[in-house]
């Protein structure tokens, strides 16, 4: 071996991340409103969420990447509560960091035109986060997306806390609600939680939660289903009882 | 949010689909001849086929795309049977409704130039098959693919019809075969029931079986296999007792 | 059926692969020494090794495709002690057989231009070794790579095998090491034994192992967690006790 052989001592990396999703779908299936938006907190060994920030969103699903802005801003406000070492945003550009990625470089990345484009109206918004992020609590916020773990798990917090949001919709307005869960996962309501759980193979051990403060789960029948047209999808009708 | 909530009062689409495959494998498990074809009703919560046309064909693997026609004539053949709102067919063109896709249209999708040709050969007997599903029972049909769940349950269907047919095949040629079965699947036998489940992970309780009328299954034994040139195959050496 | 069936005698094909990986990743969970090299038999129903033969390497990570000559040497290596029937290489290249690819006919293929260049680079002494055992032991080398079962085999066995060698560096430096394994795959210690379970869903019941010969697992901690900055990867934090 020509160099020295290298040795951990640190106890492991501490990261915020976030998402938004889980979409009402109507009769066909198709996803109409998107759900939720959360940031968290994920420590070794990554199975879980530590801490969270969750919001119901209910936006209209064209709404392009706009709510990455917003994503970016709940990390922000996640690192005002606790400390974390790295920031991963769900935008999938090999993990670059976002506040030295000019223009200019984005534009020479490999991503579809249509896709830069899109980038390209928010980087400037992104940046000036990001620029805060590193001033206020000297840390990097990355563009790692699908190769993130804690991306994942924010997803997964998605998909458990919108359900929450939904039920809160469906009974509220007294009416069924279909809502599209995120890719892979599962929900499952132990007690006064709903869990969501990948479904990916070799995620078995990787899941989310959100807690039932308010006693909703209690009014609501609800009814899994595989998303016929879109394969990986669940989703689930909420109906009020 | 901007729009009026959208409720769901449906009690969601009933799909017909259909598939062909599982192959007679050479000693280098080389696929030789197809084995099945079948169309299938699904309806939710998607897990299983509740009605199906299974038939054996038997015919060289290099057909190239004309087993699709067949497969849409047995779409229609069940709708002769039973009632439903959709047609999937095994043909992945992001959904697009066959009969209103022109051989123009088809060239400007994004797809092999190979692939797109094939396509354009089969094109006028698929809206054929298309508009006389249209006028008799007023649904469309759609060239959705990998997408559909329902496809995947064909999918399957085709497996554990296919294990049936090979092994009377066996018998009555009183010979050794080893046959390929569908992607990311297993069989299992059970009683008279071939069993065929996923073995994809957010599939897990998705399946599909055949029933064994003819008492074939006692006369043979089964012995299952990866196929070693294919990773996600499986298949089965059926020998004669 | 226009062409007579086709039947199968033989008893499936006997195969040996090979394969490097497995990495001491740094703090930042990024790999910096591939730690093993190995070469296996194969045999029906393909679930585990039957032989082997493993080397620890503890190469830097950027060594390009150096590698593949090596452990194209494994397998001419393996075959001094064993028959088979053919050689499966981890270079993913439709399953050609090495001897007769021509520098022409790789530039011709569909591959990255960058990939291309590099198997270039080691493509004479890969056509060399493949000769020697075409004239040796008369079976032929295939570039199949990730189409192969085997392949997998043997990485796993690489994973296996490492964790040995990785926790054995470990103990002689008084150091923790933070090692890296092969894609969607879990390790569990059994007595002397060292298991990794392949964690893709249609690969279940597909495993290799390491066997400790020298008591060294009772002289470690191992920890297991998720590489945040990787999906589908997992680490283990060796630590002498």
């Not at 009769?27 to 940031?39: D, F, G, N, T």
């Amino acid at each position: 071996m020509p160099h020295p052989f290298f040795f951990v001592r640190c106890e492991g990396l501490r990261v915020i991340s976030a998402d938004s999703g889980a979409a009402i779908l109507d009769e066909q299936y198709r996803p109409m409103y998107l759900v939720a938006s959360v940031s968290v907190l994920v420590e070794p060994p990554y199975r879980e969420p530590s801490l969270r920030i969750a919001e119901p969103i209910f936006k209209e699903v064209d709404t392009g990447l706009e709510v990455i802005v917003h994503e970016a801003e709940l990390c922000r406000a996640l690192l005002d509560k606790v400390k974390a070492d790295v920031v991963h945003l769900d935008m999938t550009l090999g993990g670059v960091t976002i506040e030295d990625l000019s223009p200019v470089e984005l534009m020479n990345m490999r991503a579809s035109k249509a896709g830069r484009q899109q980038i390209l109206k928010i980087l400037p918004r992104l940046r000036k986060i990001a620029g805060e992020i590193k001033r206020l609590y000297d840390i990097d916020m990355l563009a790692i997306g699908k190769e993130s773990v804690p991306v994942r798990i924010a997803e997964l917090t998605v998909g458990a806390e919108a359900i929450l949001f939904a039920c809160h919709r469906s009974i509220e307005q007294k009416e069924e609600v279909l809502l599209g869960l995120p890719l892979n996962c599962q929900p499952r309501v132990i007690g006064d939680r709903v869990y969501l759980h990948s479904l990916i193979a070799a995620e078995h051990d990787l899941r989310s939660y959100a807690i039932d403060t308010q006693g909703i789960l209690t009014k609501v029948k609800l009814t899994e289903t595989l998303n016929p047209v879109a394969r990986g999808f669940r989703a689930i009708k909420i109906k009020p009882r």
